[in-house]
């Protein structure tokens, strides 16, 4: 079934467009900001609250400060509907895109040996992805990930187009929907030349959490929370030995939209960042980012730039990670 670029859409409505097609006036409160009544249907709150409901026109966000929760434009849309975040995105492009080609692809089913993927992230893309064998040049290189693992999370090597000659890693919203290719350099050498990581233009790594989806799914996020961790290869690792809750924020630093996703689905974390200081001096913001609405506990081993949580040992993890129990 094809998907939609939820990125394009929420880029390019207003959310000021879609008070507007349904009627709801608000008023302004400074330069970027809307106040009223929260007009979402079943709003058991009392409609005399003047400033129960909130509109970041910069943002392009609302939030009901009684109930309702807030969110983006699709998610506005998908409240007032009652419907799922994909329907609400097909609204929203047939009310104010219909005139517009609005990119779509068949997003990945694992890594597969011979499967081809096709994706468009603003600019068309088209490669051949294929899967990753147990005697790749770049998982020799890497902490034996398994087969299993690498299917699991669909990484597959490119033959063509932008990513070609990288591996690619792909990256899914929290509801489960492709949103972007990561390619990963194969080896040191092409890491000196070219990168380590090469991201498709207009992906913003700071909107998303990694495997946050998967996380979701999972029994373990509602008895231990979730184990935040810097790279993808930390959540390659961690799954492998065990750990199917561990999210990654594709970098150091935790960014609000990050936050707000985390905090949405739970209020336990583990923050699981790598050794050397500069991940330690992160560990430290992330957790103190979180730390007003959630229970946190940071992860401390002795410091060193080579020491990761994918360079632990399954045994060593066991130590690391014990079972999590927030203070009462």
Known sequence: MPWIDYRHIKASVNIGQVLGHYGI???????????????LPGHAGDRSNKNAFHVDTQKNAFNCFTHCGGGNVIDFVAKMEGCQFREAALKLHE??????STPESVPAQGGGEGAVETAKVNQPLTFELKGLQGNHPFLRKTKGLSVETVKHFGLGFCTKGLLAG???????????????????????????????????PGFRKSLEVFNLHRALAGKEIGKYGLIIVEGFFGVFWLYQCGYKNAVALMGKELSDRQAELLLSVSDRFTVFLDGDEAGRMAAEKVAAKLAHSAF??????????????????KEELKGLLPAYKPSP
């Open 296 to 313: 946190v506990r940071v992860i401390e081993y002795p410091l060193g730039p080579k020491r990761k949580p994918a360079q632990f040992s």
């Open 95 to 100: 009310w104010f895109l219909a005139d517009q």
């Open 25 to 39: 006036e608000l008023r302004r409160v400074g330069d970027r900001h809307l106040a009223g009544t929260c007009p």
């Open 166 to 200: 990288w591996v690619a890693i792909p990256v899914h919203n929290r509801a489960g929907e492709l949103v972007a290719y990561i390619g990963r350099a194969v080896n040191s050498t092409q890491a000196e030349v070219e990168g380590k990581y090469k991201v498709p």
